[in-house]
């Protein structure tokens, strides 16, 4: 069996291990491969293993010998599913590889908008602490979390994740989700309508798919439903937040901060409208990025190949 690898430097850097896909077969890796390439680069190949390189309806015509087609993420909107099943060809993704790291990265955030440890911390090198001569000193007043209202939107496996580090720190939980099959063990806690969430959060997360109910559900008329001064975080999918509508409530102190993880152009634009705003955190989409995480996308995409040879395909999105 041959697989190629289409991008893998975006998961694999050098510092986690290919091997329980090398050892499934001749395994070729690329660093990334322009869409020029795809089908020289995917010839004979019975797996083709992709992140975010894009195989529409021209790229499945020109993959001939693929038999099975892998995601090395959970999204898959760079795939064209009917293609693929038109050729009753599966495309597997990986799921649950990065929940933890997820839930870690959005109460990171979250913990830095309202302690603002790097703001001090930059202003202790650069003197200002001496300049001072005091004892101590605030640019932003910390706030605590303990007796605040974080309010999930999405309470799925992150979500709920998020939830129980929140309740570890004192807050009350609402959540919003499809499903209301899963009850936390611990108290306060409340499942609500988004409307409710809105109205009674100090903190909103949002973890729920992108979808065409969910795109642009942080908007003007959800925000003027929001407490003053409610911070946001989103380490979903950047399309949840009209970022237009965001960026005005940073700046009239509506939102009292932001802390996101995607946007809806990654990389971002140089006028990209989040980039100026006030109170903002952006980091790269890394919440996902930690060397467990990544290594488990391997080992998961391993278990996919091995049930597709054995004529079984599990985490099929096209079937």
């Not at 603002?116 to 979390?145: F, I, M, Q």
């Not at 998020?162 to 936390?184: D, Q, T, V």
Request: hydrophobic fraction near 40%; charge should be negative; include cysteine.
């Amino acid at each position: 069996m041959k697989i190629v690898i289409l991008d893998g430097k975006v998961l694999n850097p050098g510092d986690i291990d290919w091997s329980p896909i090398e050892r499934l077969g001749e395994c070729v890796v690329y660093d990334d491969t322009p869409p020029s390439e795809v089908q020289s680069r995917g010839r004979g190949a019975d797996v083709v293993l992709v992140n975010k390189v894009v195989l529409g309806a021209w790229e499945c015509s020109l993959l001939t010998d693929v038999g099975m087609v892998g995601v090395l993420a959970t999204g898959y909107n760079n795939i064209d599913l009917d293609a693929f099943r038109a050729r009753h060809i599966p495309v597997c993704n990986v799921v649950s590889y990065g929940v933890q790291d997820v839930a870690e990265h959005a109460f990171a955030l979250l913990l830095e908008l309202v302690r603002h440890t790097s703001l001090h911390s930059d202003s202790v090198k650069a003197g200002e602490w001496t300049d001072r001569n005091v004892w101590c000193y605030w640019k932003k007043t910390p706030r605590c979390l303990s007796g605040l209202t974080l309010g999930i939107f999405g309470f799925g496996a992150i979500g709920s994740c998020l939830g129980r580090l929140a309740h570890a720190f004192g807050m009350n939980i609402i959540a919003c989700s499809r499903s209301r099959e899963l009850r936390p063990e611990y108290s306060p806690f409340a499942y609500v309508e988004p409307e409710e969430l809105f109205r009674q959060s100090d903190v909103i997360s949002l973890h729920c798919p992108l979808t065409p109910e969910t795109e642009g559900l942080i908007n003007e008329k959800s925000l003027a439903m929001m407490r003053n001064g409610v911070i946001l975080l989103n380490t979903s999918r950047g399309p949840l937040l009209d970022e237009v509508a965001c960026a005005r409530a940073l700046e009239s102190g509506k939102l009292g901060g932001l802390g996101v993880d995607v946007l809806s152009q990654e990389p971002p634009c140089a006028d990209a409208p989040l980039l100026n705003a006030p109170n903002t955190l952006i980091t790269p989409h890394i919440a996902w990025a930690t060397t467990r995480a990544r290594q488990k996308i391997i080992d998961l995409m391993a278990e996919n190949i091995i049930a597709w040879q054995n004529g079984k395909p599990i985490h099929v999105v096209n079937s």
